[in-house]
């Protein structure tokens, strides 16, 4: 009897934490495959709602995958954002807001499984991309074009966190125990994660300098512009951008020295003072 009671209780508190309504579903529904092609050249296949007719995609996932952070802002008001981009969604309506203007979405936001689904050619528009094909027979929704806000790039390395923030374009170094920031220069403008890919790489010397890279590469064209540092006792004591590379270039050399390259010569570094040895003219 005291089983049957608290199954009673804890259905009542169910009912509040989750009301039933307009966006909360019970319905007949199933899942099917999405494909989700991006302009970053991500490759993503998950699975996705659909109802009564209509293929929803999870906001909350989808948002993630874009570089967008969430949160509940109300009750029934969800959001996707990171800097000028904003995507708004109200249970029980079917109106969103995106960047500040109402769109229609044709359904309202569902509740299922503690997942909140939007339909899919609302939110991939809102994206900047488009449903490009629905197999009629399988369901499989394959969605392409669809943008990347990330504008932050995160490394870390023996105590210290590496970032560097598509607004600025420079390194931001932070101490993880004091908190004290140091910033160095790069001069990467225009940082677009959708045309280029950008990486972030720690190598450590024999005699204990630390080497940063930097790569920022198109996509298309294959070049791509490299910006190294080495740091002593983490203080910085070289830095070099060579911009346009075609080919890979190793830094640390077979021999224990240093390689650094710009755009009119290649100075080879002794480990540990990173004094000049050699310049070589490019």
Not at 22 to 42: C, F, I, M, P
Not at 47 to 71: I, M, P, Q
Not at 77 to 101: C, F, P, Y
Not at 220 to 247: C, M, P, W
Request: proline residues 2%; glycine residues 10%; without cysteine.
């Amino acid at each position: 009897m005291n089983n049957w009671k608290n199954a009673v209780a804890i259905l009542v508190i169910m009912s509040f934490l989750f009301p039933l309504g307009s966006h909360e579903t019970n319905a007949a529904s199933k899942y099917v495959k999405l494909e989700l092609q991006w302009e970053d050249g991500r490759i993503n296949h998950i699975e996705t709602l659909l109802k009564d007719g209509v293929t929803y995609g999870s906001f909350f996932s989808l948002g993630s995958n874009a570089g967008l952070h969430w949160e509940m802002e109300s009750d029934k008001t969800a959001v996707l954002k990171r800097n000028q981009k904003r995507i708004v969604v109200h249970m029980g309506s079917g109106i969103a807001e995106v960047d500040g203007k109402e769109v229609d979405m044709g359904r309202e936001p569902v509740w299922y499984i503690s997942h909140l689904y939007v339909p899919i050619r609302f939110l991939a528009s809102a994206l900047e991309g488009e449903v490009a094909n629905q197999d009629t027979k399988t369901g499989k929704v394959t969605v392409t074009g669809l943008n990347n806000y990330t504008d932050t790039i995160y490394g870390s390395m023996m105590g210290y966190n590496y970032t560097i923030r598509a607004g600025k374009g420079d390194l931001e170094i932070t101490n993880v125990y004091t908190g004290q920031k140091t910033s160095i220069p790069l001069g990467i403008k225009d940082i677009n994660l959708n045309t280029h890919v950008l990486n972030l790489n720690f190598k450590g010397t024999n005699k204990n300098l630390l080497v940063v890279t930097i790569e920022y590469s198109n996509r298309k064209s294959g070049e791509h512009d490299l910006y190294t540092l080495v740091f002593k006792n983490q203080g910085l004591i070289r830095k070099t951008v060579a911009h346009g590379l075609k080919e890979q270039h190793e830094t640390l050399k077979p021999d224990g020295t240093i390689q650094l390259i710009d755009d009119k010569n290649i100075r080879i570094i002794d480990d540990g003072t990173g004094d000049v040895l050699e310049v070589i003219a490019r």
